[in-house]
């Protein structure tokens, strides 16, 4: 049995998935039974779309069908055709301002054109499956975006709440604001300002009469309060004019200069494909955070959703409707709803187009300043706090602030543009800071460099060696994950020098660049780490003819008398050593028994260095849970109360199969012993779950899927269960042990570290996991 790598056999007897309805809740033969959780979930979500649909078409200057049009063919055909079934897609506030300034230039009819065309593009990019590239973007340039379009639209709309008329531009918008407010609208103003008041309130009615009401959303709550406080008081305002669908305005030909047209649809591409990439990876995580932990509801196909939402942009723009992207405060309402499946979107855009045949007399009672009202808190709230403590954690608050900048005064394509160049020269400077030191210690001499090895640096490690004098002995520490052409001449040709003037080099540290070794050394491809597997030691490089006929039994006796030759005389005088003085290890290693993860190689440790604990998903079970099976914390005891380590480590590696079985099994799995023993991994799961605490990342980056992400909050989650235990929390509390998280990544042979944080705790609600190269150098300065 293989611990660590998930059950892939296929069930013989399951029917094939191609013949399955997609993303369906169970029962194959009801296929149009219609679950009351998605049913429930549906009208939720229409009544928050109805108003906010024809906000967006008001702020726009579009038809105000256009919101309905775009409401409705983003509820089904998204609905229908996406990847990521419980996100709910529509009319969105973050297209706003460049839809509005397309119908300015070119009109209506070519805006619906350029509509068309960029859900074209939409299906040639979901067709060569580059929708997860778009995860690529720094966080802070899209919250620098939809911040910057937040603005913009709550400038513009705050003019239609004092009675008068936006302008072209944020400026303009701004200098007009006291020739504005010297000429309001009370009327109009009074029914913006109640708007305003109940959606601010309304979240936070208290009592039982309190938890009734707020089941009703919050903008349907405040449009519905001020429409009836228009017709009961009979107040002269401007209201929703509804013309006949007859007259509605279809598409024509593009008209205006072509790279015109041609920036059009690469803005209108941009917009809608990241913010709907970007909400369906958040739904996936509303959706493993409910209670049921999304049971039955598969994550998200990005590039299927990118596929729907082109799909989705072409009919909209057909029919004459606005843009399309993937919303999150629908999103986050269907799930909060408890839907379960796509079926839930499809009817919110079906009771959209009932709504909009048959409700059109009650529409035309909406006065337009409680919409405008309504529109300027979604851009108002597009400026979320959150995102700018998050981008001001990872230093990245100029990225965002320069995006946010160009967004509001040039445009959102020139913005974003410049917000990439912005963050590409700030990773270049974080590239360019490597530590070149060097020092003597008891006649050696020791030259350190900290960081990336590149080009960049090759003038201070140029200078540092050659200040060592010839004939010296020297180490050279090399602490980076990477070192590029021009650095490895530059050391190479000073080593050379140097060992013909008669000095030596020594090359150490995690680099892994073997360059003093001769490359005629005897069993040079024998190291202590060979494997079994693939394993060709010969003058030819050939491996034996009965090599993969061995038993294991064979392999284990040839490795071990490959031990007997090549390593034994090597640690022998270590290992009696050893043995005359007893173990003392500074460390409790505790990880994974994934036969991938070699603990003495990734840690440059030998014999009696480590006290190194195995186990299924290196899991801590928390004191008194073990069930008759103290093993762990057995050992957790003797290292900690006997042994008197220094430090405690949990190291959770990539593509973990223990982390794979917890995210697949469901309630109803028989209780085997793995699954007994995976019990304890629930408190991770719950943790990645959970809205209190925010995701991982590795050196800045998001994990790469939802098996990283909960091998990466494992590590946070079982240091949690460490503190826990009676002799731990003593030694932690006198400060004589210190806990560290690690993380490997298999497949890149790169070690990751947890980062401290001040907190009292020892680490930051955000865990950011980062190279030991990153860590020591922000330590250092």
């Not at 959102?412 to 003597?440: S, Y």
Request: charged share 15%; hydrophobic share 45%.
């Amino acid at each position: 049995m293989t611990l660590c790598t998930p059950d892939r056999t296929p069930d013989r007897t399951a029917p094939s998935p191609r013949f399955q309805r997609p993303h369906s809740p169970p029962g194959g033969g009801r296929r149009f039974r219609i679950a009351g959780a998605d049913l429930s979930a549906s009208i939720s979500v229409f009544l928050i779309a109805l108003p906010l649909s024809l906000g967006i078409a008001l702020a726009t200057g579009a038809p105000l069908q256009a919101g309905l049009v775009a409401a409705a063919v983003g509820g089904i055909v998204v609905g229908r055709l996406g990847g990521a079934p419980l996100q709910v897609s529509g009319p969105a506030a973050g297209l706003t301002v460049v839809t509005a300034e397309l119908i300015q230039i070119y009109g209506w009819r070519t805006t619906c054109a350029i509509t068309v065309l960029a859900g074209l593009t939409q299906l040639g990019l979901a067709a060569l499956r580059v929708a997860r590239s778009a995860l690529a973007v720094s966080p802070a340039i899209v919250h620098g975006m939809l911040a910057g379009i937040g603005v913009t639209i709550a400038l513009a709309q705050l003019h239609i709440v004092l009675g008068g008329s936006p302008q072209s531009s944020v400026v303009d918008n701004v200098l007009g604001l006291p020739d504005q407010l010297a000429d309001l609208h009370p009327v109009g103003l009074s029914l913006s300002l109640l708007t305003i008041a109940v959606l601010l309130l309304w979240p936070k009615l208290p009592g039982r009469a309190g938890r009734l009401l707020r089941k009703l959303p919050a903008a349907l709550a405040a449009v519905a309060l001020a429409t009836a406080v228009a017709a009961f008081a009979g107040l002269s305002v401007p209201r929703v004019d509804l013309p006949s669908w007859s007259s509605h305005a279809l598409p024509g030909l593009p008209e205006g200069p072509v790279l015109g047209v041609a920036a059009g649809v690469l803005t209108i591409t941009l917009v809608t494909s990241v913010q709907s990439l970007l909400s369906a990876v958040a739904v996936d995580k509303l959706v493993a955070s409910r209670p049921d932990r999304g049971h039955g509801v598969p994550r998200s196909d990005l590039d299927r959703e990118l596929a729907g939402q082109g799909a989705a942009n072409i009919v909209s723009g057909a029919l004459g409707g606005l843009p399309v992207a993937g919303v999150a405060v629908r999103s986050t309402a269907n799930v909060s709803a408890g839907a379960i499946s796509r079926d839930s979107t499809m009817l919110h855009g079906l009771w959209v187009v009932l709504a909009s045949l048959f409700l059109v007399p009650v529409i035309d009672l909406i006065p337009l300043p409680a919409l405008a009202a309504l529109v300027m808190v979604v851009g108002i709230q597009m400026v979320s706090i959150t995102h700018i403590r998050s981008v001001t954690r990872h230093r990245e608050v100029l990225v965002y602030g320069v995006t946010l900048s160009a967004v509001v005064l040039i445009g959102i394509l020139e913005g974003v543009a410049l917000g990439i160049a912005v963050a590409t020269a700030v990773a270049m400077g974080r590239l360019a800071k490597t530590r070149v030191t060097g020092e003597e210690q008891d006649g050696c001499h020791v030259v350190r460099v900290r960081g990336q090895l590149t080009f960049l640096a090759v003038p201070r490690l140029s200078r540092a060696l050659h200040q060592v004098p010839q004939g010296s002995q020297v180490v050279v520490e090399l602490d980076g994950s990477f070192m590029d052409h021009a650095a490895y001449e530059t050391l190479h040709d000073w080593q050379a020098t140097h060992v013909r003037n008669g000095g030596t080099v020594e090359m150490a540290g995690p680099s892994g660049a073997r360059i003093t070794e001769p490359a005629d050394e005897p069993h040079a491809c024998c190291r202590p780490w060979t494997p079994w597997r693939n394993h060709h030691c010969g003058s030819q490089g050939e491996q034996p003819a009965d090599e993969t006929r061995r038993t294991t039994g064979e392999q284990l006796a040839s490795g071990i008398g490959k031990f007997q030759r090549n390593t034994a005389p090597l640690v022998r005088d270590e290992l009696a050593r050893l043995a005359r003085e007893g173990q003392s290890p500074s460390q409790l290693f505790l990880t994974c028994a994934d036969s991938r993860l070699v603990t003495s190689m990734i840690t440059s440790s030998g014999p009696g260095d480590l006290f190194t604990v195995r186990n299924v998903g290196n899991l801590v079970p928390l004191p008194g849970e073990e069930s008759g099976d103290d093993s762990v914390a057995a050992a957790i005891e003797y290292a900690v109360e006997v042994l008197r380590v220094d430090s405690i480590t949990v190291c959770g590696h990539s593509g973990c199969g223990a982390m794979q079985a917890l995210l697949n099994s469901g309630p109803d799995a028989p209780q085997t012993p793995l699954r007994r023993w995976l019990r304890h991994g629930l408190p991770s799961l719950e943790r990645m779950a959970s809205r209190k605490h925010a995701w991982a990342r590795i050196s800045g980056r998001l994990p790469a899927d939802a098996v990283e992400q909960l091998c990466l909050t494992n590590v946070i989650q079982q240091l949690e269960h460490l503190r826990a235990y009676e002799s731990v929390a003593r030694r932690l509390a006198d400060g004589t042990l210190t806990l560290h998280g690690m993380y490997f990544h298999v497949g890149e042979a790169q070690a990751y570290l947890l980062a401290d944080s001040d907190e009292p705790h020892g680490y930051d609600d955000v865990f950011d996991l980062v190279p030991p190269t990153a860590l020591e150098e922000a330590r250092a300065s």
